[in-house]
């Protein structure tokens, strides 16, 4: 299915943050090119895009999509002073079967569409995405309101007074769009809110809720500042462990932040925090308190930053299966030498052979935690929401190794990772047990 993107207005509410509204940045991407990476997470690989105003700079920054692993043909509208109705209308000829239709300045959920895809049309009917939660950063004064009874839209409008669903801009339309638009026009109207008020006075207009996924029209200051909230928002995951969501998370974006704004890569992130935890590791192999003070800083730091490759992948749209894996294995990679740094530390100031057991104990605790929670987390995903709170994860261990480091009691602390680990890897196969029983 091909995508139809609307990016001809001049929008003048965004003037002080960029001369063309589609390429204002947001967090690592402008505009349209969350729009387009957002389509393509839904399988969505061929777009049309209606360019007006600047847009040449538009097209030459785009070209033919390739840089998005996409494929971009161009739609120019002289009128594109005129409503947006008139911009859809300029595709008449270019699409003639069944196509997606989004705004260049709106945000959404990659899951819209994907559920969008699998509904059912006939030839003469469209589909509107509604939002019926009207979620906190939604400006309430400004959206588009819908009236909708059973799955048909029956009316629509920014004044409507009575209505029970919001206007989000996603559409999936067939040729009967244009029809009604060209009627719309004609009458004067050249919007195309118009031209769907047409479609839903023949009952032909039909209505998609799009639940509990998320949505934006970033058209002002006010709602970019919300549109930046919200992606912050959505990189809180169901399975950040404690610390992870009171403490590590809170820095990590705010890191993330500014590494949005360099050229770096989230592998990239992966290795570096993976650097900082093996200094912080060196620190420890020589015992000594100041030594261990700054082992733990450097632990502590390389837990935050390694929130960081996720963010900035999840933010820039370039999530990957390799991407994850290679994270994991540096993870594993530095949980080891951290462990053994503190270990050794131990044993070159005090002699005592013990602690190579303990210290085995704990590594192996650490890594049977980490393999246990891929399999627990998806399986339990939903009653995670509900228990993380108790969550035994990275986060929690190497912010016990921080601790046990500044408080100068590493032997205690290994002896409570070996059993907290251990402990939690045993429950889990338990649970697992009864679950699969």
């Not at 030459?60 to 739609?75: M, T």
């Not at 057991?357 to 891929?374: E, R």
Request: charged share 25%.
């Amino acid at each position: 299915m091909k995508a139809l993107i609307l990016a001809a207005g001049q929008g003048i509410r965004q003037k002080d943050n960029g001369d063309s509204k589609p390429l204002i940045p947001l967090l690592g991407l402008n505009f349209i090119e969350r729009v387009i990476l957002t389509a393509k997470k839904s399988g969505i690989k061929d777009f049309q895009i209606v360019i007006g105003y600047k847009g040449k700079r538009i097209q030459k920054y785009l070209g033919n999509g390739k840089k998005l692993g996409v494929n971009v043909d161009y739609i120019y509208n002289d009128e594109w002073i005129k409503g947006n109705g008139i911009s859809v209308l300029k595709a008449k000829n270019y699409l003639q079967e069944p196509f997606i239709l989004l705004m260049a300045d709106h945000l959404f959920d990659y899951k819209i569409l994907f559920a969008l895809q699998k509904q059912t049309i006939e030839d003469d009917e469209c589909i509107l995405c509604v939002d019926k939660n009207h979620h906190k950063y939604l400006d309430m004064y400004d959206a588009t309101k819908v009236l909708i009874e059973g799955s048909q839209i029956k009316d629509i409008d920014k004044q409507l007074y009575d209505y029970n669903g919001i206007d989000t801009g996603i559409f999936l339309c067939t040729s009967a769009i244009f029809d009604a638009l060209e009627k719309s026009i004609d009458s004067g109207n050249e919007s195309l809110a118009a031209g769907i008020k047409i479609l839903a006075n023949r009952h032909k207009m039909k209505a998609f809720d799009i639940s509990d996924k998320y949505w934006l029209d970033v058209d002002d200051d006010s709602s970019l500042k919300n549109a930046k909230s919200l992606l912050f928002e959505k990189l809180k995951k169901n399975t950040d462990g404690p610390i992870s969501r009171i403490l590590n998370r809170p820095i990590s974006i705010k890191i993330s932040e500014l590494l949005l704004k360099t050229n770096i890569t989230p592998n990239q992130i992966s290795l570096i925090s993976f650097i900082i935890g093996l200094f912080g590791a060196l620190f420890f192999y020589f015992g000594d308190y100041v030594f261990l003070v700054i082992g733990g800083i450097l632990v502590h730091l390389s837990s935050m930053i390694d929130g960081c490759d996720g963010e900035v992948a999840r933010l820039k749209l370039i999530e990957s299966k390799y991407g994850g894996w290679f994270d994991a294995v540096m993870d594993r990679y530095a949980d080891a030498i951290i462990i053994f740094g503190m270990v050794h530390g131990h044993w070159i100031l005090h002699n005592d052979i013990t602690i190579w057991t303990i210290g085995f104990m704990a590594l192996m605790g650490s890594f049977l935690n980490s393999y246990t929670a891929d399999k627990y987390d998806v399986i339990f995903k939903k009653r995670i929401n509900e228990i993380n709170g108790l969550r035994m994860g990275r986060d929690v261990r190497l912010f016990l190794i921080f601790i046990g480091a500044l408080s100068n009691q590493i032997l205690i602390t290994l002896v409570i990772l070996a059993i907290i680990s251990n402990f939690e890897s045993i429950r889990r196969l338990v649970v697992l047990r009864f679950r699969y029983a």
